[in-house]
């Protein structure tokens, strides 16, 4: 499937609080041309033509699922269960943060967020395929027989590989990948990296060669950042450098409404005789409201500017006052210092990551400062947002910081989805080159070796005497083949070669290989097992049956005084990861070929501690 034109592509941004959907059907010729898609006939949005759809659902009080999405708008909440902002909790240490704090919405375990985000997913899944069938007429039967390809990407704050397994989980759960034999589903970009695509891809920014922006994807759950180089402005054709390992923080503009929640209940909570008037979930409904959402996407516009801004509660008598709790006919009050104090702490803490990236430049002997940052996401395309940044830049003492251009993404809600189609696009049109052409590692990967013994630098290792060629060999040493902090550039084959010796009688052509991972600093990296500081991540199963003695090297084992040298075959080959942005994969090459047979030629055993290494 990799190497096939996709008859169908289908990019999904699963959002905390919304979700984005766009598809393509790429052209036989100037693949760049096909136009995107966005799904925007979601069920439950009436006339609005929404460009994304809630992360959201209803449950009845058997488990059975009532709604979606903006079904959840109209549902009945009596006696019924919403669930919300479920993605992030596929995190452990976000959920056991939530715990901790007595969230009491959160999911019970890791377990039951999966089944949240399969359930979702399933719905989101469904809808796709419905609209791809109408809008392009191939019925139910064409859809299973097409080559479809799904592409999500995922929060650059999910480190580990535990998490993004888990992703990958729910993923095939909801169905994408598996309806039809030509179906495939693929984690490929970081929200980050996706909306860095998107920006260079689409952006009215005449950038030049050797440019450094700042991407910063603020959306509902986590600000995403990414700082990158321009390696080629020119269309069709850009590309872009990693120059920083991307980084990420959980704030988003849900943490904005539960403030505001907090703050209106506290407001109210000073009058019980005036909550006995209103509706229990009084704050939860007005944050639901369309007046509130406007308020809070449209403050620090020029043309929405007021001292004060007056919401309408739900539930409420339109002739209702209230002095102290400051409610003016059946609409509650706030002043702009009130709204701009949700918004603050915020963006300071976002303001805190932007730092370190300039702190990292200036550290790391960058020469060129940063000539654009650009804001995108919910939170992101907030006007007040924006021109807070640009005002920390500007009365900022730091060298790099002052001639920084804080702009906009040209469609700041839907740049991560673009960038991950536009990015595949640009792939199928170019025949291999991505937009981003390398990317630094955040984590180092090695792999367990043997290796011959040496009296002189060997000192306390595991030594063990081959069997075959009767050498001693110290073991379980590790290779690292990638170490936290290297460019890995796209074109690059990173691998690992294996000599293997068989017995002429032993038909077994399959071979066990352990993958280490490592969070520490490149210059404390652990040479061997006994040493501390990593851990196992997987365990690669490389199956070469089929592979003949005529395609090995025959060898023999040294002859001794009283006894003829043993006979044995060597077999050589390569395990080659693939350091996705936001996955880890490996292939298995044989004698300067991918190898294939008519089994799995490799298959990966993740091991669950090493897995959760990076996690926060």
Not at 183 to 210: P, W
Not at 341 to 370: C, Y
Not at 495 to 505: G, H, Q
């Amino acid at each position: 499937m990799a190497n096939e034109r996709p008859d169908i592509l289908v990019a999904i941004d699963l959002g905390t609080t919304y979700t984005g959907v766009a598809w393509a059907r790429p052209q036989q010729k100037q693949v760049l041309q096909s136009p995107i898609q966005i799904i925007h006939n979601w069920p439950g949005c009436s006339t609005k033509n929404e460009q994304k759809v809630p992360t959201c659902l209803v449950y009845n009080n058997d488990n059975s699922l009532s709604s979606w999405g903006y079904l959840c708008e109209d549902d009945d909440l009596e006696e019924k269960q919403k669930r919300e902002f479920f993605k992030i909790f596929l995190d452990k240490q976000t959920l056991e943060d939530a715990h901790r704090e007595g969230i009491s919405r959160a999911p019970a375990s890791v377990q039951e967020a999966q089944k949240l985000v399969s359930a979702y997913l399933c719905e989101i899944y469904a809808h796709v395929k419905s609209t791809v069938e109408l809008h392009t007429g191939i019925g139910h039967i064409g859809w299973k027989e097409l080559a479809v390809e799904f592409i999500f990407s995922v929060p650059t704050t999910w480190r580990s590989q535990d998490i993004i397994n888990s992703f990958k989980k729910c993923i095939e759960d909801a169905g994408f990948g598996v309806e039809g034999r030509r179906h495939t589903a693929a984690v490929e970009l970081t929200e980050s990296e996706a909306a860095a695509v998107g920006t260079i891809k689409n952006s009215t920014v005449a950038f030049q060669a050797g440019d450094i922006f700042l991407s910063v994807d603020a959306g509902g759950g986590t600000t995403d950042l990414a700082l990158m180089q321009v390696v080629e402005p020119r269309e069709p054709f850009p590309s872009l450098s990693q120059i920083n390992q991307v980084d990420g923080i959980g704030i988003g503009a849900t943490l904005i409404d539960q403030a505001f929640v907090s703050m209106i209940n506290s407001r109210l909570g000073q009058f019980p005789d005036l909550v006995q008037q209103l509706p229990p979930d009084c704050a939860e409904r007005l944050v639901r409201s369309e007046r509130y959402r406007t308020t809070k996407h449209k403050f620090g516009e020029r043309v929405y500017q007021s001292t004060c801004y007056k919401l309408t509660l739900d539930g409420v008598p339109f002739n209702l006052n209230h002095g102290g709790a400051r409610i003016e006919l059946g609409r509650i009050v706030l002043s702009w210092e009130e709204m701009q104090s949700l918004f603050d702490p915020h963006v300071d803490s976002i303001m805190r990551k932007i730092r370190e990236q300039l702190d990292w430049m200036q550290a790391n002997g960058v020469t060129r400062p940063i000539n654009y940052m650009i804001l995108s996401g919910g939170l992101g395309s907030s006007k007040y947002v924006r021109d807070r940044t640009q005002h920390e830049m500007m009365t900022s003492t730091h060298p790099y910081a002052q001639k920084v251009k804080v702009l906009q993404a040209a469609d700041p809600q839907l740049v991560v989805v673009k960038g991950l189609l536009l990015d595949r696009l640009q792939k199928l049109d170019s025949g291999r080159d991505p937009v981003i052409v390398s990317r630094v590692a955040r984590a180092s990967y090695g792999v367990i070796y043997k290796t011959k013994y040496n009296p002189d630098i060997h000192y306390d290792e595991d030594i063990s005497t081959d069997p075959f060629d009767g050498e001693k060999y110290v073991t379980n040493q590790i290779d690292w083949i990638i170490k936290k902090g290297d460019s890995i550039s796209t074109h690059a084959t990173i691998s690992s070669p294996f000599t293997k010796k068989v017995d002429p009688k032993d038909p077994n052509r399959s071979w066990d290989s352990i993958v280490m991972i490592s969070d520490l600093d490149r210059d404390l990296l652990p040479r061997n097992l006994s040493q501390q500081g990593a851990q196992q991540l997987c365990v690669i199963n490389s199956n070469l049956a089929g592979v003949n003695h005529s395609d090995m090297t025959k060898k023999r084992k040294p002859k001794g005084l009283f006894f003829h040298g043993k006979k044995f075959y060597e077999i050589s080959f390569e395990v080659r990861a693939i350091v996705a942005p936001a996955d880890l994969r490996f292939e298995l090459w044989f004698a300067g070929q991918k190898f294939s047979g008519s089994h799995e030629p490799i298959k990966i055993t993740w091991d669950r501690e090493g897995a959760k290494v990076g996690a926060k």
